[in-house]
C-alpha cells in the first residue's frame, strides 16, 4: 500500500525546520537548494505504480526512499552510517522529506537492502528520463531568446566499467574457497541427518595450499601443480555432496546456488587445466558474486577490470543516460545506432553530430550517419585532399570535436570519484545494477542539472530586476 504525499503541505519550511534545537537552517545550504530543484512528485508517481494494493502497511514515501539513496551515491556511506547521519543532520533530514527535525531514526539500516531491491535498474533509468527532460523545457519555456534549437545537437558515445568490490582472482585461491565452502557442507550434511563425516583431507589440503600462497614467485610448475592438487580436493568433496543428494538427502536452501556455481567452477578449472589455457566462456571470478566476469580494457594500469561495463551517453545539455549495461563483455560499437534512435526518440530528430573514438569508426556506423545527415567524429575514409584551406577545415574540425569528447571523459571520473560509481559493494546483481544506474542519476544532478537551474534562475532574476527597473522609471 502506498499514501500519496503533498510535500508543500506536509512538510514544514526550511526556516521553522530546525526550531527545536534552537537555530534556523541555512537557505543557501546544497542539500536545500538540491530539494528545491529535483522533481519529487514525477517521480512520487513512478514510484506509486508499484503499490496497487489499498490496504497494507504503508510504504515509506518516494522522497525518503530515492532521497536516501542519493544521499548515498553522494557521500559515500555505508547502510549503517548513513542511517546515523541522517539522524543527526537537519539538512539531510530535509532533503528526504521529513515534515520537521526528529531525533529518532526515520528507518533501520536493513530497509535500505530492501530498497535497492525495489527500485531496480529499469525504475532508476526512467527517473532520469524525468530528471534530463524536465530541464530543458523550462530553458525553452521560461527564459527570453534563448532556445534549446540553437544549441549543435551533439551526442557523444563511450563505455566504462564499474569495477565490483570482489578479490582479484587466482585459480588457487578460488578452488581453495571452493574447497572450504564444500567442507562446510559436508559438515552439515552430517550433522543434519547423524552421517559419519567422510575423509576430506582437508588439513593436507589447507597446508598444501599455505605453502604455494606463502611462495613469492612460484614457477608455472608449481602453480600448476597447486591447481592439479585443488582441483582433486574439490571433486572429491563434491562427490560425497551429490551422493547424498542422489541419496534423496536435501542440502539447505542457502547452500544450493554455491553447490551450483561450485560445479562450475569446477568444470571450467579444469578445462583451463587440461586445455592449459587461462580463457574460458563465461568465466566464474568469485563464488558469493558468480554473475561478475572478467572485462577485458586494454588498459596500461588495468588490462582487466572485473564488474559490469556500461555504455553512456551524453546530449548537447550535459546529461548522462545509460544506453546499455551488462556484467558481460560487449562492443560498444554496434550499440552506437541503438543510442543515435533513442536521441532521435527523445528528442524528434538526430543529432547534428556524434563524438567517439575509433572503436565505434566502423563502415555499418559510418554509412548510418552519412544516410541521416550526422557528421561523425574521426578521419574521412578515401583518400585525403589535396585542398590546402579544406584540410585547415577539417583539422579545425577535428580538434573541436576532440576537445568537446572530453567531456565524457570528465564525466566517468566524477562518477568515479565523487558519486559511487568507482567500486560497487553490493553482493546482488540486481542491487549491483541499481547502484551503477543510481550514480549516473547523481552524477547528473549535482553536473548538469544543476548548473541548468542555477543558470535559469540566474536569468530569471535579471529579468525580474529589469522589469523592476521599467517600472521605477
Not at 534556523?24 to 513512478?46: G, V
Not at 580538434?399 to 569528447?405: G, H, I, Y
Amino acid at each position: 500500500m502506498y499514501k500519496t504525499t503533498d510535500y508543500e503541505n506536509e512538510q514544514l519550511s526550511f526556516v521553522n525546520f530546525n526550531t527545536t534545537c534552537g537555530m534556523q537552517l541555512d537557505r543557501d545550504n546544497e542539500w536545500l537548494r538540491t530539494a528545491a530543484r529535483l522533481p519529487w512528485h514525477s517521480w512520487e508517481a513512478l514510484y506509486a505504480v508499484m503499490f496497487p494494493a489499498k490496504v497494507g502497511n504503508v510504504a515509506k514515501p518516494c522522497r525518503m526512499v530515492l532521497g536516501s539513496l542519493i544521499l548515498q551515491s553522494r557521500m559515500g556511506y555505508t547502510d549503517r552510517e548513513l542511517v546515523n547521519q541522517i539522524t543527526q543532520n537537519p539538512y539531510y533530514q530535509f532533503f528526504i522529506g521529513l515534515e520537521a527535525f526528529q531525533h529518532k531514526a526515520p528507518f533501520v539500516p536493513s530497509l535500505l537492502v530492501e530498497w535497492r531491491k525495489r527500485i531496480d535498474l529499469q525504475f532508476v533509468i526512467k527517473a532520469n528520463d524525468l530528471l534530463c527532460d524536465a530541464v530543458p523545457r523550462l530553458l525553452y519555456s521560461r527564459s527570453k531568446g534563448r532556445k534549446r534549437g540553437t544549441l549543435l545537437a551533439t551526442q557523444i558515445c563511450d563505455a566504462t566499467v564499474a569495477p565490483q568490490y570482489i578479490r582479484f582472482p587466482q585459480d588457487t585461491s578460488l578452488l581453495n574457497e571452493a574447497r572450504m565452502k564444500l567442507e562446510a557442507m559436508i559438515d552439515s550434511f552430517c550433522a543434519r541427518y547423524g552421517f559419519e563425516k567422510p575423509r576430506t583431507y582437508r588439513k593436507v589440503a589447507h597446508k598444501d595450499y599455505l605453502a604455494f600462497a606463502k611462495a613469492k614467485k612460484p614457477s608455472t610448475d608449481k602453480i600448476r601443480a597447486a591447481v592439479k592438487a585443488q582441483l582433486s580436493y574439490v571433486r572429491r568433496d563434491l562427490e560425497y555432496i551429490d551422493g547424498y543428494m542422489h541419496d534423496g538427502y536435501a542440502p539447505d536452501e542457502k547452500y544450493i546456488d554455491t553447490i551450483i556455481t561450485i560445479h562450475k567452477l569446477y568444470e571450467q578449472q579444469k578445462y583451463m587445466y587440461d586445455n592449459r589455457t587461462h580463457k574460458v566462456e563465461e568465466r566464474i571470478v568469485s563464488i558469493n558474486q558468480p554473475y561478475v566476469r572478467p572485462i577485458v580494457r586494454g588498459k596500461a594500469n588495468r588490462p582487466v577490470e572485473f564488474g559490469a561495463k556500461l555504455h553512456l551517453s551524453i546530449d548537447e545539455t550535459g546529461f548522462g543516460r545509460i544506453e546499455h549495461i551488462s556484467f558481460n563483455a560487449f562492443n560498444e560499437g554496434p550499440q552506437l545506432i541503438d543510442a543515435l534512435n533513442a536521441y532521435k526518440y527523445r528528442n524528434g530528430k538526430y543529432p547534428e553530430r556524434v563524438l567517439v573514438d575509433q572503436i565505434y569508426r566502423n563502415r555499418p556506423n559510418i554509412e548510418f550517419c552519412k544516410l541521416h545527415g550526422i557528421r561523425i567524429s574521426g578521419p574521412k575514409l578515401g583518400r585525403p585532399s589535396t585542398d590546402a584551406k579544406a584540410v585547415r577545415k577539417d583539422r579545425r574540425v577535428t580538434a573541436k570535436d576532440q576537445s568537446d569528447r572530453i567531456e565524457i571523459e570528465r564525466y566517468f571520473s566524477t562518477a568515479k570519484r565523487r558519486n559511487g560509481l568507482g567500486l560497487i559493494m553490493r553482493k546482488r546483481e540486481d542491487t549491483s545494477l541499481t547502484t551503477i544506474a543510481m550514480s549516473v542519476l547523481v552524477t547528473n544532478i549535482f553536473g548538469s542539472f544543476k548548473l541548468a537551474v542555477e543558470e535559469l534562475e540566474s536569468q530569471t532574476k535579471v529579468s525580474a530586476g529589469t522589469s523592476s527597473a521599467a517600472t521605477v522609471r
